[in-house]
Antibody, heavy 116, light 106 residues
């Protein structure tokens, strides 16, 4: 069974760093792209960027470029989304999802709250 | 960036009836379109990809159509579990999502 297991909810202060994870199982992790999607409270879905774990090829939506880093460790079938300096506006639910032609499997989401 | 515009914002339909949701792209996306269903407190679920291909396990009452810039998700014989928010997603060029259509019980 294909599963994407995300790390737990986080509460951080503005300016702090954060790295959240997404562990894949039940399929060949290096053969499928992993994307990250943001959903702010009560709002729609926003595509942030994507990584191909086999060679770590990464693409970022221009509006997120420079503010986030997407990475992957194929030895442990895990993708990451990280911030070096969080802002209050980063408070949202973050989903990882598999695929490049439609996102066919999704993680359960990681809720990030940034508040002073 | 390709802008995806969904209409209507909210659609009120009675169970058993049919629903038609629309998605328009600001430029041609060559059929590289997916549809998702999201229920409160849950992750989105892939319904359709390639504009018209049902994902594994998706009931036949869901169908997708369209090409170029105009796309439609049709749901026939609405069941109680179909009332949710639906998003379109283009993956032709710098992926973007539509703003969503809320399908509510009339």
């Amino acid at each position: 069974e294909v599963q994407l297991e995300q790390s737990g909810a986080e509460v951080k202060k503005p300016g702090e760093s954060l790295k959240i994870s997404c562990k894949g199982s039940g399929y060949s992790f290096t053969s499928h792209w992993i994307g990250w999607v943001r959903q702010m409270p009560g709002k729609g879905l926003e595509w942030m960027g994507i990584i191909y774990p086999s060679d770590s090829t990464t693409k970022y939506r221009p509006s997120f470029q420079g503010h986030i880093t997407i990475s992957a460790d194929k030895s442990i079938n895990t993708a990451y989304l990280q911030w070096s300096s969080l802002q209050a506006s980063d408070s949202a639910m973050y989903y990882c999802a598999r695929g490049r032609s439609g996102l066919d499997y999704w993680g359960q989401g990681t809720l990030v709250t940034v508040s002073s | 960036e390709i802008v995806m515009t969904q209409s209507p914002g909210t659609l009120s339909v009675s169970p058993g009836e049919s629903a038609t949701l629309s998605c328009r792209a600001s430029q041609s996306i060559n059929g590289n379109l997916a549809w998702y269903q999201q229920k409160p407190g849950q992750a989105p679920r892939l319904l359709i990809y390639g504009a018209s291909i049902r994902a594994t396990g998706v009931p036949a009452r869901f169908s997708g159509s369209g090409s170029g810039t105009e796309f439609t998700l049709s749901i026939s014989s609405l069941q109680s579990e179909d009332f949710a928010v639906y998003y379109c997603h283009q993956y032709n060029n710098w992926d973007t999502f539509g703003q969503g259509t809320k399908l509510e019980i009339k």
